[in-house]
C-alpha cells in the first residue's frame, strides 16, 4: 500500500510540475499586500546569503543531534533532519507559502490557492513589508523557517521513531500548526500581528511550535528501553553548534529582510547573547558542583540564540546579554529538573527550543525599545514603565502554547493510527541505522 501512497504522490507532482502553466493564471493586478518592485541590488545580495545561512542551520542540527545520540542511531538522527529540507521545500511550493501569506482567512491562515505552485511567485513584484527584494526570494527565505522547525522536534523523540511515520507527522505539522502560527505572526492581516506581538525571528512560530511538539511526541511516544546513552561524538556537538550559530546570523539578521542598520544589530545582539548564555551555563554548571564540559557549553550557546531570535531586532546590545543570561538559567533548571524518568524528550528539545522560545517571547516585552526599531512605538517594554507589551507577549505566549501542543498531540495520534510511530523494541535494540536505513557507521 505503501508503495503505492508513494508513487501516487510521485506522479501527481510531476504532472502538477509539468502542466503548471495551464492552471496557472497571469495575474492582471497585484494580489493582497503584494506591491511593486523598488528593487535594491544591496538588500537583495544579503537576503539571498541571508537565505543559505538559515538552510545550513539545518544540517548543522542534523549534527547536533546526531552526536548526542548513541552510536546506532546517528545516520537516522541527522537524515531526520535532512528530509526535513527535502519534503518541506516541495510542500512550500505546493502549498505551504499560500497558507502562510496567502490571502487571510479570519486571521488565522492564508488562503493557498492564489499561490499554489508559486502561482504569482515573481521575481518583478515584492511583499509589502519587504518592498526592495523580490517576491520569490521572500518565500524562499522564508521556506527556511518551515524547514528547520519540524528538524527541531526530533531530538524529543530521537532513537524510537519510524521514519515513514515522522514524515508523515512532519508534513502535517507544517500544514496546520506550523501554517496557522506563521499566519497569524507575521502576515499583516494575522491575528497576533494585530495585536501587536513582536516576534522578530521566529520565536513564537518556530521555537515555541517546535518545543511544545516535541513535549507531545515524548510523551505520546513513550520512554526509550535505555535512555542513558554516550553520546555518539561530542566533536559532531561542537561543530552543529558552530554551524548553527555562524547560520543564526541569517536567521536572525535576515529578518531584517534587508542590508541595514536593523540587521546589524540584529547580529549584534544575536552574538552577545549566544555567547552570555554560554558563558552562563558553564558557570551555573560549576556552581552546582559538575564539570565544566563541551556539552554544556553547547547547549548553553544554542538557548541564547533561541531565546534572542523574537528579540533581535528590538532590544539593545546590553538587553540581549540579560535575555541570553536569563534564558540559561531557565533553561537548566527546567533540564535539571525535568521528569525524564517519567517523560523522555531524549535531547531536551522542550527545555531548550520550548522553555528558550518563551523566555525570549516574555523577555521582547520587558526590554523591546522604540530607539531600536521605531515599530515597537510607545508600547515600549516593561522595563521603561509599560505593561502593554508584556501582557500582549503573555496573552500569544499562552494561546500559542495551547494551540502547539494539542494540535501536536492530536497529530502524533492520527499518525500513529495511520501507521506506528514508534519501531518495535528489537529494531530499536539494533538501532534506527541498520533496522530503518540499511546503513551504519
Excluded at 173 to 200: N, S
Excluded at 203 to 213: D, E, I
Excluded at 221 to 239: C, D, E, H, S
Aim: with cysteine; proline share 3%; hydrophobic share 55%.
Amino acid at each position: 500500500m505503501r508503495k503505492i501512497i508513494l508513487s501516487v504522490i510521485l506522479i501527481t507532482i510531476l504532472v502538477l510540475s509539468v502542466f503548471s502553466i495551464y492552471f496557472q493564471s497571469e495575474a492582471t493586478a497585484l494580489g493582497a499586500h503584494v506591491v511593486a518592485l523598488k528593487l535594491d541590488t544591496g538588500d537583495t545580495a544579503w537576503m539571498i546569503v541571508a537565505s543559505a545561512l538559515v538552510l545550513i542551520m539545518t544540517p548543522g542540527l542534523g549534527f547536533f543531534y546526531g552526536g548526542m545520540v548513541g552510536k546506532k542511531n546517528v545516520i537516522s538522527t541527522m537524515l531526520q533532519s535532512f528530509m526535513a529540507m527535502v519534503i518541506v521545500t516541495v510542500l512550500w511550493v505546493l502549498v505551504g507559502f499560500g497558507l502562510c501569506f496567502g490571502p487571510s482567512v479570519g486571521g488565522i491562515i492564508g488562503d493557498p490557492s492564489n499561490n499554489f505552485m508559486f502561482n504569482g511567485v515573481n521575481s518583478t513584484t515584492a511583499w509589502e513589508l519587504a518592498p526592495t527584494i523580490p517576491f520569490i526570494l521572500f518565500a524562499f527565505f522564508q521556506a527556511k523557517f518551515a524547514i528547520i522547525t519540524p528538524a527541531l522536534i526530533t531530538g524529543a523523540f530521537a532513537e524510537r521513531v519510524r521514519f515513514w511515520a515522522y514524515l508523515l507527522f512532519m508534513v502535517l505539522f507544517i500544514l496546520v500548526i506550523y501554517a496557522p502560527l506563521c499566519h497569524m505572526t507575521w502576515h499583516p492581516d494575522g491575528l497576533f500581528f494585530g495585536w501587536g506581538v513582536l516576534d522578530f525571528a521566529g520565536g513564537t512560530v518556530v521555537h515555541m511550535s517546535a518545543g511544545w511538539a516535541a513535549l507531545a511526541g515524548a510523551m505520546f511516544l513513550g520512554k526509550r528501553k535505555v535512555q542513558k546513552v554516550n553520546p555518539a561524538r561530542i566533536t559532531y556537538v561542537l561543530l552543529g553548534t558552530g554551524l548553527l550559530w555562524f547560520g543564526w546570523f541569517g536567521f536572525n539578521a535576515g529578518s531584517a529582510v534587508g542590508a541595514n542598520g536593523l540587521a546589524a544589530q540584529a547580529l549584534g545582539t544575536t552574538t552577545v547573547a549566544a555567547a552570555a548564555a554560554a558563558m552562563a551555563w558553564v558557570f551555573l554548571d560549576k556552581i552546582l558542583g559538575h564539570k565544566l564540559s563541551a556539552m554544556g557549553a553547547c547547549i548553553g550557546a544554542v538557548v541564547g540564540l533561541v531565546a534572542i531570535t523574537p528579540a533581535a531586532g528590538f532590544v539593545t546590545i546590553p538587553s540581549a546579554i540579560a535575555i541570553g543570561i536569563i534564558a540559561s538559567i531557565v533553561s537548566n533548571f527546567v533540564c535539571s529538573k525535568f521528569p525524564k524518568g517519567k517523560i523522555d524528550d531524549a535531547l531536551d528539545v522542550f527545555a531548550c527550543h520550548g522553555v528558550g522560545g518563551m523566555v525570549g517571547m516574555l523577555l521582547t516585552g520587558v526590554f523591546a525599545s522604540k530607539s531600536v526599531n521605531s515599530i515597537v512605538g510607545d508600547n515600549q517594554g516593561l522595563i521603561y514603565g509599560d505593561a502593554t507589551l508584556f501582557l500582549i507577549q503573555l496573552k500569544a505566549l499562552v494561546m500559542a502554547s495551547i494551540f502547539a501542543f494539542a494540535a501536536s498531540y492530536a497529530l502524533f495520534f492520527i499518525v500513529n493510527k495511520i501507521t506506528p510511530l514508534r519501531v518495535s523494541e528489537d529494531k530499536e535494540e539494533l538501532g534506527l541505522d541498520i533496522t530503518q536505513h540499511g546503513e551504519y557507521l
